[in-house]
């Protein structure tokens, strides 16, 4: 508008070429000062001098300009910069290949071992993330890309329980239960007993024989129950680890010395958890500094499902807890060559994902010692475990003893203590993914 300030002055001059009244100085000085004075120079010159012109458009400019302000957009968007030392590389970090960098002497994968053991103490009420990208910026996209990790899926296998009661057992009944540890306080149910077994068809043939009410038993599996199908449904050929989880929800228990229930025995309840090399595909962004990554899809597609030694073979006990002390769960590899053998996937892009089958035998040995084994409570403050990290937190899971200072137990449905468990498997999957691609090259 400026212009149009500085014409309507020199105007001015011009219409006093002729004699005029001295007010009409007055109404030009106002009309290069807004509106009103613009409207009473269109008054005052009757579409007479030029100068109307200008108060015309200074009027309309009171309409015009805010318009002219909602054309202008500044759009924003990301832009690609080229890495120096003020703008460093955005980076993520994903895994080709996997194999165990610390040596393959021992009894576990060294480089993984942090991370079995923070995935399987985490709170069962709460999840690892994935491993945060690098954002110099804070505000960063990447394409989605595949990468090698191990995944988790849980089954509800309850009705494959076999559950018989032993009524005025004794310890020479028990393999989940040692009566020199506590004579009372856990075996609130007296002398009757239940014994716990599974089909013979699962090839799992361990079973536990507790007189204890609140009773969590976790034992390797050497086949699947669950996911023995169809390979295109079941991760058998990439299977590493894997687990059943027992326990009673304690809901009906006798006096001490009893030997009968009240109305219906206690109920059992089982769980299948397994773990398997796999191939997820990942999208991350970073908004504001904050790290978001999902996994849209997960593959194990396995190509050398034909090569006997590129699976994974370990073999394991199950746990026992009797008079006189415990025996913890121990994994041993089969006899073949210790170097041989690996294990090849296919991600959905049609690209070779590969780990070492030695470095994933130490893998799935950790994982099932540290998963297995017997944990025995009163409900309140006695408590025995016969097992590694990984079983307090799968009691939790689905006792919900860690819930409230007290620790007593909560009522979680079998919807909730499903969920709570697959939590637990996500988490160690999780972590161990993360540790995975931390030991590798790889970076994008």
């Known amino acids: 508008m400026n212009p149009v300030v500085e014409c309507l002055s020199q105007w001015k001059w011009n219409w006093f070429e002729h004699q005029q009244p001295l007010v009409d100085f007055d109404t030009f000085d106002k009309a290069s000062r807004g509106f009103i004075g613009s409207v009473l120079l269109l008054k005052l010159l009757k579409w007479r001098h030029i100068a109307?012109?200008?108060?015309?458009?200074?009027?309309?400019?009171i309409a015009t300009t805010p318009l002219t302000q909602f054309l202008?957009?500044?759009?924003?968007?990301?832009?690609?910069?080229?890495?120096?030392?003020?703008?460093?590389?955005?980076t993520t970090r994903s895994a080709q290949h996997y194999q165990s960098r610390v040596g393959l002497a021992g009894s576990w994968s060294l480089d993984l071992s942090n991370y079995v053991s923070s995935g399987l103490i985490h709170p069962t009420d709460s999840r690892i993330e994935q491993l945060p990208p690098v954002c110099p910026s804070g505000t960063c996209t990447w394409a989605p890309f595949e990468s090698l990790a191990l995944c988790a899926k849980v089954a509800n296998i309850t009705d494959r329980l076999i559950v018989t009661q032993v009524p005025y057992s004794t310890e020479a009944d028990w393999t989940a239960w040692d009566s020199t540890a506590d004579q009372d306080a856990l075996r609130l149910n007296g002398s009757l007993a239940y014994n716990i077994s599974f089909p013979p068809d699962t090839n799992n043939n361990d079973y536990f024989?507790?007189?204890?009410?609140?009773?969590?038993?976790?034992s390797p599996t050497t086949h699947s129950i669950a996911f023995?199908?169809?390979?295109?449904?079941?991760?058998?050929?990439?299977?590493?680890?894997?687990?059943?989880?027992?326990?009673?929800?304690?809901?009906?228990?006798t006096y001490l010395n009893g030997n009968t229930t009240r109305s219906d025995p206690w109920r059992w309840q089982a769980f299948e958890v397994v773990y398997y090399a796999c191939v997820n595909t990942y999208s991350v962004h970073v908004e504001n500094g904050t790290a978001i990554t999902t996994v849209?899809?997960?593959?194990?597609?396995?190509?050398?499902?034909?090569?006997?030694?590129?699976?994974?073979?370990?073999?394991?006990t199950a746990p026992s807890l009797v008079s006189g002390g415990a025996q913890f769960t121990e994994c041993t590899q089969d006899s073949r060559d210790p170097n041989q053998g690996v294990l090849t996937l296919r991600g959905s892009s049609g690209e070779n994902f590969t780990a070492?089958?030695?470095?994933?035998?130490?893998?799935?040995?950790?994982?099932?010692?540290?998963?297995?084994?017997?944990?025995?409570?009163?409900?309140?403050?006695?408590?025995?475990?016969?097992?590694?990290?990984?079983?307090?937190?799968?009691?939790?899971?689905?006792?919900?003893?860690?819930?409230?200072?007290e620790d007593t137990a909560a009522e979680i449905s079998q919807e909730a203590q499903l969920e709570r468990i697959q939590n637990v498997a996500d988490n160690l999957a999780v972590s161990i993914s993360n540790g995975c691609i931390s030991v590798s090259d790889g970076a994008g």
Request: aromatic share 8%; net charge negative.
């Open 52 to 61: 109307t012109l200008g108060a015309l458009i200074s009027i309309l400019g």
């Open 72 to 90: 202008i957009e500044y759009p924003s968007h990301l832009v690609s910069l080229t890495p120096s030392s003020e703008f460093p590389n955005a």
């Open 296 to 316: 849209q899809s997960s593959t194990y597609d396995v190509l050398s499902e034909n090569d006997a030694s590129a699976a994974v073979q370990i073999n394991c």
């Open 209 to 218: 024989v507790t007189p204890v009410s609140y009773l969590v038993y976790s």
């Open 228 to 253: 023995g199908g169809d390979k295109d449904t079941a991760p058998t050929k990439a299977r590493v680890a894997g687990y059943k989880l027992v326990w009673s929800d304690a809901g009906n228990v």
């Open 356 to 405: 070492d089958i030695r470095s994933l035998t130490l893998l799935g040995k950790h994982i099932t010692q540290d998963s297995a084994g017997i944990w025995a409570w009163d409900g309140s403050e006695h408590m025995v475990v016969a097992g590694n990290s990984g079983l307090p937190t799968m009691a939790d899971a689905v006792y919900g003893y860690r819930n409230d200072e």
